[in-house]
């Protein structure tokens, strides 16, 4: 954008309110304070920040230092708000002004920084009220899927995909006549058609392309296949703008065609993985479907590359749900669509799956699922095709199928994390006590220096059984005789505590002194000085030469 002197005067004149903010910052301004008006601005529609003006009238230009590398800023600014912020530098009699444009949240998405949902409340920013957030929720409560498309008709609906949820609702549900039902009675019991009209959710999933294409074009699925990251045209590209039940396998038929198995071996047998699980993807195109925002314009696409696949929808993640809770929090943007779906049997329960991803992932050490690049106006979903850790696999192999079944998503998402040496957050700990019991995991060391890791059987198994010995830690005695190894190695200048600590990393300084208190008890070391420059010497003297000079 180029900002004319004249606009910017007008601004100047103009009363300061949630969509116009100005700020002196003559030589800097807090980044994260920068962060926090932009998320304010957003959440009341949008507006512009203007640094380098006074903000009380009659409004003066002081010029401001801040911010020097706007290119970077800008980069930041979308790291942390996942929006993008234009900026520009106004040149105004010799003096720097900058100027920021945020645009408006998305419809029904409160944005949210530090566990707050900023507004402005006078001059100052406050956290949104409660009856402000439900009002911005409600935006997006309505069920789009369920209202009525009042130009469509019953013709426009497909026979083939008409006929496909007859036999998955009477595949899942055989006892209910479902097949010799008249199609109209179908589709009104499934709540596809409401007092004989045609709802978007019958269009989404049943729709000729004639239909979705004259009412809703927006509602397709473009698959493209990539071989490398080089951009251009994809090597293969189809549209689907047809009801999403007679599309669902033919996606799946055109991974599945590129779907490499990846070879593992255990003892005499060797194990074939799939790159891309048949669960998981349609898993993931299923929840896109549900999910998306149908009053966004854009499509949904599934990227196949040779080792993962991208499935990105239009929307953002429904109000309420982030990457980090979606495991925990349901809430079904297209709800009327969900419930079709379970009752076909293709979603376990309305309005959620991740469960299922997640556990079909970490059952086979792929990565977990990956949400990095998702926005406010995208859920950028990510499946890694790759094998993590053959050893882990062949560990939930020796543990058996039928326990790991028994294995509730938290106990495996507990495993993973032990297995990949990570912090247990406090919604898993709960299951450590269980899995300690059942011989998956070991507790090792004290207090603070408290660990978990997986079971000596499991190194055992892969062979390995000296990296269990290490992550296990030494026994006390080998412990010592470390420790004395080093302060005889050093008997000249002594050994400090922060050295002798940098010799047992596994322990934490309270340990180690414990330690050093039984050798000195034990007449095998002394010390000298009491404060921190205190030195470990040997009690006494090694026979033969000092071991330097050997």
Not at 235 to 261: C, K, M, P, T, Y
Not at 470 to 493: F, P, S
Request: hydrophobic content about 35%; charged content about 30%.
């Amino acid at each position: 954008m180029t900002i004319p002197l004249s606009e910017l005067q007008t601004w100047m004149d103009a009363r300061e309110d949630e969509h116009l903010e100005f700020k002196e910052a003559k030589n800097r301004f807090d980044f994260e304070e920068l962060v926090k008006y932009c998320i304010a601005l957003s959440n009341e529609g949008g507006g512009r920040m203007i640094l380098g003006v006074t903000d009380k009238p009659p409004r003066e230009v002081v010029g401001s230092r801040a911010f020097p590398d706007l290119e970077r800023t800008k980069a930041s600014l979308f790291e942390r708000l996942r929006l993008r912020i234009d900026a520009e530098e106004v040149q105004h009699r010799g003096r720097r002004i900058l100027v920021l444009q945020v645009p408006p949240r998305p419809l029904g998405v409160p944005l949210q920084y530090k566990g707050a949902y900023w507004m402005r409340g006078g001059d100052a920013l406050v956290p949104m009220t409660q009856d402000q957030l439900q009002r911005i929720f409600a935006e997006a409560s309505l069920d789009f899927s369920a209202e009525i498309c009042t130009q469509a008709r019953l013709e426009d609906l497909d026979p083939t995909a008409l006929n496909a949820l007859r036999k998955l609702w009477h595949r899942k549900s055989p006892d209910q006549g479902i097949s010799t039902r008249p199609d109209e009675q179908l589709l009104t019991d499934a709540e596809l058609l409401v007092d004989g009209e045609v709802t978007y959710a019958a269009l989404i999933l049943l729709g000729t392309r004639k239909a979705l294409g004259k009412y809703l074009s927006q509602a397709e699925v473009i698959f493209e296949y990539r071989s490398n990251e080089e951009p251009g045209p994809a090597a293969e590209r189809h549209e689907f703008r047809l009801g999403f039940l007679s599309v669902l396998d033919e996606i799946w038929r055109l991974i599945n065609q590129r779907n490499d198995l990846q070879h593992f071996q255990q003892g005499l047998f060797i194990w074939d993985v799939p790159t891309f699980n048949e669960r998981m993807v349609r898993e993931a195109v299923l929840n896109a479907v549900s999910h998306r925002d149908y009053r966004n314009g854009g499509s949904i696409f599934v990227r196949q590359y040779p080792r993962r696949v991208e499935i990105v929808s239009p929307g953002g993640f429904p109000p309420g749900i982030t990457p980090e809770n979606v495991l925990r929090q349901q809430n079904p943007r297209n709800r009327r669509i969900a419930e079709v779906l379970g009752k076909c049997g293709l979603v376990e329960r309305a309005g959620q799956g991740f469960d299922r991803i997640f556990r079909e992932c970490i059952q086979q050490s792929k990565p977990l699922p990956d949400f990095t690049h998702t926005d406010a106006n995208g859920v950028w979903l990510t499946l890694h095709g790759d094998i993590q850790d053959q050893e882990f696999l062949r560990f939930l192999e020796e543990i058996g199928q039928e326990q790991v079944a028994l294995f509730g998503l938290d106990d495996l998402l507990l495993v993973d994390l032990v297995h990949r040496d990570q912090p247990i957050p406090d919604d898993l700990k709960p299951r450590i006590e269980p899995l300690l019991e059942r011989g998956i995991i070991e507790r090792t060391g004290r207090g603070r220096s408290v660990r978990l890791l997986l079971s000596r059987r499991f190194y055992r198994y892969i062979g390995k059984a000296g990296v269990y010995t290490r992550k296990r830690g030494l026994d006390r005695e080998t412990n010592k005789e470390l420790l004395l190894k080093h302060i005889q190695y050093n008997r000249k200048d002594g050994s400090p505590l922060k050295e002798l600590v940098q010799v047992l990393p596994a322990l934490s300084y309270i340990q180690v002194q414990k330690l050093l208190q039984e050798m000195r008890i034990n007449g095998q070391i002394h010390k000298v000085g009491n404060t921190k420059a205190a030195r470990w010497y040997p009690k006494i003297p090694p026979s033969g030469d000092n071991p330097e000079s050997k």
